[in-house]
Nanobody, 124 residues
């Protein structure tokens, strides 16, 4: 069983940075692909970035490359999302999700495990 707990959300101003953290639990976390999604008000949930524990490899939504960085901390067993130069359109609930396997997926239905979400609000 895998449990995911997000933290680090909050209210910031445009241009600020924020770091989200997804704490993972479970004996086989090293076999997981952990992904961040987000859902803005009135919009569908969208893919943000993915991290694969086994190789440390990463993947990003094209629109977020250069501003967002995903990374894993093996000692803390967290997958973090560093968000820089935030914009009001980044306002959303950010979710951490995980699945077993060696490939990334942008499709949320492929993810079995989900966190409760953390709110990020960027004011202009």
């Amino acid at each position: 069983q895998v449990q995911l707990v997000e933290s680090g959300g909050g209210l910031v101003q445009a241009g600020d940075s924020l770091r989200l953290s997804c704490a993972t639990s479970g004996r086989t976390f090293s076999r997981l692909c952990v992904t961040w999604f987000r859902q803005a008000p009135g919009k569908e949930r969208e893919y943000v970035a993915a991290f694969r524990w086994s190789s440390g490899s990463t993947d990003y939504a094209d629109s977020l490359k250069g501003r967002f960085t995903i990374s894993g901390d093996n000692a803390k067993r967290t997958v973090d999302l560093q968000m820089n130069a935030l914009k009001p359109e980044d306002t959303a609930v950010y979710y951490c999700a995980a699945k077993y396997g060696l490939t990334y997926s942008t499709r949320e239905y492929e993810y079995v495990y989900w966190g409760q979400g953390t709110q990020v609000t960027v004011s202009s």
